[in-house]
């Protein structure tokens, strides 16, 4: 069963910048997809950004030029490094290894998901 922990969420103040890790600690991801999703109070869970097993990539809208996602598939870490915060991205960042190997905007292609790390932006 594929393990997925999250870290490097925290409280910022806005403008400054963050930089979130997910760990495969089964080393079963390297062939899929992945992706960041995060949720709000109140809301449901969004589509942030993803990336294929080939390392083609995908954004969200509202963080397009803001984030920045990566991975390095030998070591199973993929990362989020978040740029310019805003308070409105303030929410439990969660990572998620798709079904296939390219990813996915839809939560439903994904199986697998880590407990999620808290990112708190203050004005």
């Known amino acids: 069963q594929v393990q997925l922990v999250e870290s490097g969420g925290g409280l910022v103040q806005a403008g400054t910048s963050l930089r979130l890790s997910c760990q495969d600690s089964?080393?079963?991801?390297?062939?899929?997809?992945m992706a960041w999703f995060r949720q709000a109070p109140g809301k449901e869970r969004e589509f942030v950004a993803g990336i294929s097993w080939n390392g083609a990539t995908g954004y969200a809208d509202a963080v397009k030029d803001r984030f920045t996602i990566s991975r390095d598939r030998y070591a199973n870490i993929m990362s989020l490094q978040m740029n310019s915060l805003k308070p409105e991205d303030t929410a439990t960042y969660y990572c998620?290894?798709?079904?296939?190997?390219?990813?996915?905007?839809?939560?439903?292609?994904?199986?697998?998901w880590g407990q999620g790390t808290q990112v708190t932006v203050s004005s």
């Open positions: 998620a290894t798709a079904l296939r190997a390219g990813f996915s905007r839809a939560r439903s292609d994904y199986r697998y």
């Open positions: 089964r080393r079963t991801s390297s062939n899929n997809g």
